[in-house]
């Protein structure tokens, strides 16, 4: 079985995208711990699979699979702007899991960096992602507080 990661900034912006065949999960978390810890595991089927549900798990991460089963041709509508990087329908299938997951929280990720410049403190960025998703805070500014007093 070949498994594909691919691995997004909080722009969408593809870091990697990687595919081998037999990848253990160990492998996979090796080789997107290279990039950081994420925030977001996705999937591109509704209902995750274990080792996905298992990597997610091993990270602290939410969980992302769409609320629909993605066509072929969804796929490839999510994967269009990415023209020429994918090799094969493995890194297609992760690419689109991963534009999707961005997509939906792409909104969350611009009024915390709006927020943060109001305060002028861009710094926090990841840590206020970090309380937002991982640790499901209320709101940003709680989530804002939070982080300046922890520091």
Known sequence: MTAAIAVLDVNGNVLNLYSQRDMKRSEMIRHILKFGSPIIVSTDVITAPKSV???????????????????FEKKKSLVKDYHGLTNNHHEMDALSASVKAWKHYRHLFEKIDLTLRKFERGELFMDIISKLIKEKRANIEEA???VVNEG
């Open 53 to 71: 549900e298992k990597i997610a798990a091993r990270f602290g991460c939410i969980l992302f699979s769409p609320e629909s089963q993605l066509s």
């Open 144 to 146: 804002v507080r939070e």
